[in-house]
């Protein structure tokens, strides 16, 4: 089992920036070579991709809405995520959520049913 607790989130003005991490503890998840990704999910809204990572930070894919925003990254020293977050938007309002996959693949990196655990997430608000 693995379990992933989120923190960063906040409240942060139009154009800011904000990081949020994700540190997974049980079993190693390196050691397990689990793919992280970050979905979100705006009030009223369907839980949608934002970005994933392999096991070692070689590969990375973006959801279109935050490419060039957004950068995954990973410690796997310090078993940790993180989603660097710029020019924010009113529109990235949301729960963020972490998750990760056995999957060595790509297929499914950008699904929720691609991810095998979850965490419980946390709020970003972006207003002024």
């Known amino acids: 089992q693995v379990q992933l607790v989120e923190s960063g989130g906040g409240l942060v003005q139009p154009g800011g920036s904000l990081t949020l991490s994700c540190v997974a503890s049980?079993?190693?998840?390196?050691?397990?070579?689990?793919?992280m990704g970050w979905f979100r999910q705006a009030p009223g809204k369907e839980r949608e991709f934002v970005a994933a990572i392999n096991w070692n930070g070689g590969s990375k894919y973006y959801a279109a809405s935050v490419k060039g925003r957004f950068t995954i990254s990973r410690d796997n020293g310090q078993n940790t995520v993180y989603l660097q977050m710029n020019s924010l938007k009113p529109e990235d309002t949301a729960v963020y959520y972490c998750a990760a996959r056995r999957s060595t693949g790509v297929a499914g990196r950008d699904v929720q049913n691609g991810y095998d655990y979850w965490g419980q997430g946390t709020q970003v608000t972006v207003s002024s």
């Open positions: 049980g079993r190693s998840f390196s050691t397990y070579v689990m793919g």
